[in-house]
């Protein structure tokens, strides 16, 4: 008698399978005839929206100045490089070589393309100021020469102080030696000029050695300033009476690439007029405020990021005036903070400038220092 029962129950069973086998195709057919569930339709809306975002947030006229060079993908842009626009910062390259900036818009090369800009490789670009305007104040040009030009095996120099005045004169004291262990002061005052440029002509009207007038006394012997002090460095050299600086190469890295369409000197220091085929309209900050760095547009390598169609803005922590150095901006993030806003853009509160003695050595007889071109292990090294 219990056959019967069992199959009932297994006809029953049966049936209870074929109907959650019909109820399931139902369902996907209806799944099939509606499109994807709405959850993912939502998500594959909004990453739409997020790609559209680099061409909506891209900077003014970014296709003049920063054009497209490269098909794009999802690690590479496309573009030339990476615009940088600069407001009212101290922005020291490192140490105490650095201008004090109004405004300067600029764009950075990488000097390998396909590869991006890396922020702490200063060799891995090529800075190249389209306009803006700056000042060089006296510590600054005393320190290249310092730690930098002069900072060489033989060097005949050393010691010096720079200041500057509002009659257009430049102010050099120091130290030089043209007889091995003897080291004499020396004072020269006189004009500057530009030339093509980027190199600068500083022409001394005066000069004492030893607190004695040698100016008249070179010219009566028939001797120049060349015969007198020699520099041996890539960017900085002695013709003549002149004291010549290129601009292009007397920097430490990143490379530059200038055009100064003026120069001035004052008491501030020199006043530098930056210009090239292009004047950038000015992008909108990520946050409002008068004094910051903004990278926008292009692919920015830092730290262990890359990140693309970049829009990353740098101030100051304490909101005042921001001073970074581009070898030490690393420590600076550190012991500052980030945040991050939804469309990716980032915004940097660095933390104070904090000085440091290490300057990367110039490059004796035009040839790559090691430390400076392959970044050796220094408290002010990114």
């Given at each position: 008698?219990?056959h019967p029962?069992?199959?009932?129950l297994l006809?029953?069973?049966a049936?209870m399978?074929m109907l959650?086998?019909?109820v399931?195709?139902?369902y996907?057919?209806?799944?099939?005839r509606?499109g994807?569930?709405?959850?993912t339709q939502?998500k594959?809306?909004q990453?739409?929206?997020?790609?559209?975002?680099?061409?909506?947030l891209a900077?003014?006229g970014e296709?003049k100045?920063?054009?497209l060079e490269?098909?794009t993908g999802?690690?590479d842009?496309g573009r030339?490089?990476?615009?940088?626009?600069i407001?009212?910062?101290v922005?020291r390259i490192?140490g105490g070589?650095?201008?004090?900036?109004d405004?300067l818009?600029?764009l950075?090369?990488?000097?390998d393309?396909?590869?991006?800009?890396?922020?702490?490789d200063p060799t891995?670009?090529?800075?190249?100021?389209?306009h803006?305007?700056v000042?060089?104040?006296?510590?600054a040009?005393a320190a290249?020469?310092?730690?930098?030009?002069?900072d060489?095996?033989?060097?005949?120099?050393?010691?010096?102080?720079v200041s500057?005045?509002d009659?257009?004169t430049?102010v050099?004291?120091?130290q030089?030696?043209k007889?091995?262990?003897?080291?004499?002061?020396?004072?020269?005052t006189?004009?500057?000029?530009?030339?093509?440029?980027h190199?600068f002509i500083?022409?001394?009207?005066q000069?004492?050695?030893a607190?004695?007038?040698?100016?008249g006394l070179l010219?009566?012997?028939?001797?120049?300033l060349?015969n007198?002090?020699q520099?041996d460095?890539?960017?900085?050299?002695?013709?003549?009476?002149s004291?010549?600086?290129?601009?292009?190469?007397?920097l430490?890295?990143?490379a530059?690439?200038?055009?100064?369409?003026?120069l001035k000197?004052d008491?501030?220091?020199v006043?530098l007029?930056?210009?090239s085929a292009?004047?950038?309209?000015?992008?909108?900050p990520?946050?409002?405020?008068d004094?910051?760095i903004?990278l926008?547009?292009?692919?920015?390598?830092?730290?262990?990021s890359?990140i693309?169609?970049?829009r990353l803005?740098?101030?100051?922590?304490?909101?005042g005036?921001l001073?970074t150095?581009?070898?030490a901006?690393?420590?600076?993030?550190v012991?500052?903070?980030?945040?991050a806003?939804?469309?990716g853009?980032l915004?940097?509160?660095?933390a104070?400038y904090?000085?440091?003695?290490?300057?990367?050595?110039?490059k004796?007889n035009?040839?790559?220092?090691?430390?400076s071109?392959?970044?050796?292990?220094?408290?002010d090294?990114?």
């Amino acid at each position: 008698m219990a056959h019967p029962y069992k199959r009932a129950l297994l006809i029953v069973v049966a049936v209870m399978a074929m109907l959650a086998v019909a109820v399931g195709v139902m369902y996907g057919m209806r799944e099939v005839r509606h499109g994807t569930p709405e959850l993912t339709q939502a998500k594959q809306a909004q990453l739409k929206q997020l790609a559209r975002l680099p061409e909506e947030l891209a900077p003014p006229g970014e296709n003049k100045y920063n054009p497209l060079e490269r098909d794009t993908g999802p690690r590479d842009s496309g573009r030339r490089g990476v615009g940088l626009f600069i407001r009212h910062t101290v922005f020291r390259i490192v140490g105490g070589i650095g201008f004090d900036t109004d405004t300067l818009s600029a764009l950075l090369v990488p000097t390998d393309p396909p590869r991006p800009v890396t922020l702490d490789d200063p060799t891995s670009f090529v800075f190249k100021p389209l306009h803006g305007s700056v000042i060089m104040p006296p510590s600054a040009l005393a320190a290249l020469f310092n730690q930098y030009l002069t900072d060489y095996p033989g060097t005949q120099l050393r010691n010096l102080s720079v200041s500057t005045r509002d009659d257009g004169t430049l102010v050099v004291d120091g130290q030089t030696q043209k007889v091995p262990g003897l080291w004499l002061p020396f004072h020269m005052t006189g004009p500057v000029h530009l030339v093509q440029g980027h190199l600068f002509i500083y022409t001394p009207k005066q000069i004492k050695i030893a607190h004695l007038e040698a100016k008249g006394l070179l010219k009566a012997i028939r001797l120049q300033l060349s015969n007198l002090v020699q520099i041996d460095t890539q960017g900085a050299r002695i013709e003549g009476d002149s004291v010549v600086l290129d601009l292009n190469h007397s920097l430490p890295p990143p490379a530059q690439d200038v055009h100064v369409a003026s120069l001035k000197i004052d008491h501030r220091g020199v006043h530098l007029r930056f210009t090239s085929a292009f004047d950038p309209k000015w992008p909108q900050p990520i946050v409002d405020t008068d004094s910051y760095i903004l990278l926008d547009g292009g692919d920015v390598k830092t730290f262990r990021s890359l990140i693309t169609h970049v829009r990353l803005q740098m101030v100051a922590g304490d909101g005042g005036k921001l001073d970074t150095s581009l070898y030490a901006y690393r420590q600076q993030i550190v012991h500052g903070h980030f945040e991050a806003t939804p469309a990716g853009e980032l915004v940097a509160y660095l933390a104070p400038y904090r000085a440091v003695s290490y300057l990367p050595p110039a490059k004796p007889n035009g040839k790559a220092n090691d430390a400076s071109a392959q970044g050796g292990d220094h408290e002010d090294r990114p």
